[in-house]
């Protein structure tokens, strides 16, 4: 059997195994790369370059950073601040937590949003007395959102940036308009899907009121060391490019800067990562490279380019929901690297622009579609459940399917009215 061939194989059963939850998805990921590299798909040396460490080490340092934040009791503080603003009704707290993340992300990566904001939000849940999954679930939509709006809030937009040329400012001109028509269209309908999930009793909404939010900031010094080294480490998210220095490296210097002047503990500090999200992208990262080595993705968007026959409203509109979809299903940021050398060869022959558009709208919002479609779902997945939360593959798909689809129908307005007509 061909490599390719063997790739699809274990690539697709992975991916059944981890919708049907027959094993917990990191379980099944790690499975699924081991047999890419047992089965010859990939050799060791290849398999072991594809895992990317700016990935792995930003969410180990971000991780660590909100877990002392979490000690200091802020994270109660800003929820019981949320609540009584929102005077404990949950459809006003979304519309404040949606635009939050939105723009949040687009300044620094929806992974580190969804790590600071998703302990706000299940204490929010908590405290009133409703499952937090509907929450973390606006949450990440919103930051996958926001985060298309610039080159800094998705790693696809920095490849796309790269390779076309586009600077930060025009880059932004160009996504913001969509970004923000699908943001606005996507509030109504998430609390149209989980109105009903958002039901708060009186006596669990009166008695969130009353809570006191000075009470639960617990040690004051800590908080003012970590929130210094917070605000440090989001400046050197802005400014990673000027200061040559990956977000990554950022973060663990960030984590590192805290253990020294803290002085805890290093083996309870590191207790607080999520194991478990590191291992789950190790194994999808080596499995997505095998694709990719084989020449399956290139193989798919190569058929279809060819199939549109040079018509350019029909080659943009492709790229934009093919790209969705395959985004929904396996790590945009490879995806992208393989669609953008395609692009560029058509370019010999037309202008590309809209293309470039679309590429970055279908690979960011496709992100939506399933809870493996970005980084930032699975995080939230892996918080969840370790509050005692199931996050599963069916419910996410349950309600991302339908903001992908309404988030692409409005890219698609977009690219036609201002690029195709």
């Known amino acids: 059997m061909s490599d390719f061939s063997l790739a699809i194989i274990v690539f697709v059963a992975t991916y059944l195994i981890i919708i049907s939850e027959r094993l917990h998805r ?109 929450f973390l ?14 080159l800094i809030g998705d790693p696809p937009n920095i490849l796309i940036g790269s390779a076309a ?70 400046v050197g998210f802005f400014l990673h490019g000027a200061l040559g220095l990956e977000p990554a490296v950022i973060a663990l210097s960030g984590a590192t800067l805290l253990l020294v002047i803290t002085r805890r503990n290093p083996a309870r500090f590191l207790e607080s990562v999520e194991w478990n999200t590191l291992m789950f992208f190790v194994g999808l990262f080596i499995m997505v490279e095998a694709l990719v080595s084989v020449g399956v993705i290139e193989e798919l968007a190569s058929y279809f380019l060819t199939a549109t026959q040079g018509n350019m409203n029909v080659m943009t509109m492709f790229i934009l929901w093919f790209s969705a979809i395959a985004s929904g299903f396996i790590d945009n940021i490879p995806y992208t690297a393989t669609m953008i050398p395609l692009i ?43 509050a005692g939360y199931r996050l599963t593959f069916g419910a996410f798909l349950k309600y991302g399917w339908v903001i992908v689809f309404v988030t692409l129908i409005i890219s698609s307005i977009w690219l036609n009215v201002r690029y195709l007509m």
């Open 26 to 134: 990191t379980t099944a990921a790690l499975v699924g790369g081991t047999l890419m590299i047992l089965l010859g798909v990939l050799s060791q040396d290849v398999a072991f370059a594809a895992i990317d460490l700016n990935v792995i080490f930003l969410l180990l340092g971000m991780m660590m950073i909100a877990h002392l934040l979490g000690e200091t009791g802020v994270f109660q503080w800003i929820a019981l601040k949320a609540v009584q603003i929102g005077q404990g009704r949950p459809i006003p707290i979304i519309i404040i937590t949606s635009i939050a993340a939105a723009l949040a992300s687009a300044l620094l990566d929806n992974v580190t949003v969804v790590i600071l904001i998703s302990p706000i939000m299940m204490f929010v849940a908590n405290t009133l007395g409703i499952s937090p999954i509907p």
């Open 165 to 234: 040329n586009i600077d930060f400012l025009p880059f932004a001109a160009n996504m913001t308009p969509p970004v923000l028509f699908s943001l606005l269209t996507f509030i109504p309908i998430a609390i149209l899907l989980f109105r009903k999930q958002l039901d708060v009793d009186d006596d669990h909404r009166h008695a969130a009121l009353l809570l006191d939010s000075r009470d639960v900031i617990k040690e004051p010094g800590l908080l003012l060391q970590t929130s210094l080294v917070l605000v440090l480490v989001l």
């Open 137 to 150: 679930l606006i949450l990440v939509m919103a930051s996958n959102i926001g985060g298309a709006a610039t």
């Open 344 to 386: 560029e060869a058509v370019g010999d022959a037309v202008s590309i622009k809209p293309l470039w558009w679309a590429l970055a709208l279908g690979a960011d919002f496709g992100g939506n579609l399933t809870l493996v479609g970005a980084s930032a779902n699975v995080v939230a997945a892996s918080l969840a459940e370790r």
